[in-house]
């Protein structure tokens, strides 16, 4: 079975889904790890299932020492692919590297619209009709890689930052899931810009 880690920064509601599914045979991938760049609740989820940690704050160690100590972490575990979920930082440098075409990251909108933080918060402010989700592989841009899934939620009237983010994390916690199996078995190849899903 495909070993994965996730890297999360917050509250864990797509690790939470990652490892209940992984806890019923329905992932179809093993969670050999989960990375946190601070004291986060997502931290907890993992302790609860057993999952091995690696949390040390970037913060104190610096964010090149975290991704080198972390690369680390990753080859022991023998991790082969990572999925970002919630975390808040930019994957770079030899991490980057060594695990190109082979992380994974959700985002709250639908890229390239609102990249960065805030993003629900952004597109609502902009008035847009339409959000959404995005799951997209990770390269050196913010938010920037080849999309791999893709799915709208409309916006609808009264709805606020909390209401419509809840909404689209609804919509992550199946999308996350589905791209991890699809690059897991190798169905998921990249051409320029686009993945082409075999
Ligand atoms: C999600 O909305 C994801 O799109 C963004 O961060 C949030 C993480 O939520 N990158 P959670 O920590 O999984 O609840």
Redesign the pocket.
């Known amino acids: 079975m495909t070993r994965i880690a996730v890297l999360?920064s917050?509250?864990?509601?797509?690790?939470a889904r990652l490892v209940q599914m992984a806890a019923s045979g329905d992932l179809g991938v093993q969670i050999a790890m989960v990375a946190a760049d601070r004291e986060c609740p997502?931290l907890q989820i993992a302790r609860e299932a057993g999952v091995p940690v690696f949390a040390e704050d970037a913060r104190a160690i610096g964010p090149e020492i975290w991704q080198a100590r972390c690369l680390e972490r990753l080859s022991q575990a023998g991790v082969e692919l990572i999925a970002l979920?919630?975390f808040m930082r930019v994957i770079r440098g030899e991490l980057l590297d060594r695990y190109a075409h082979a992380i994974l990251?959700?985002?709250?909108s639908l890229l390239p619209a609102f990249p960065g933080k805030d993003a629900v918060r952004n597109a609502l402010a902009h008035g847009v009709r339409v959000s959404g989700?995005t799951v997209h592989l990770v390269d050196e841009t913010l938010d920037g890689g080849p999309i791999v899934l893709q799915e709208a939620v409309p916006v609808l009237p009264g709805d606020d930052a909390d209401s419509l983010?809840e909404r689209?994390?609804s919509v992550?916690h199946r999308l996350l899931p589905q791209a991890i199996q699809l690059l897991a078995a190798g169905r998921v190849r990249v051409q320029g810009r686009r993945t082409v899903i075999v």
């Open positions: 999360v917050g509250r864990g509601s797509n690790l997502a979920a919630g990251n959700v985002h709250p989700a983010a689209i994390r992550e």
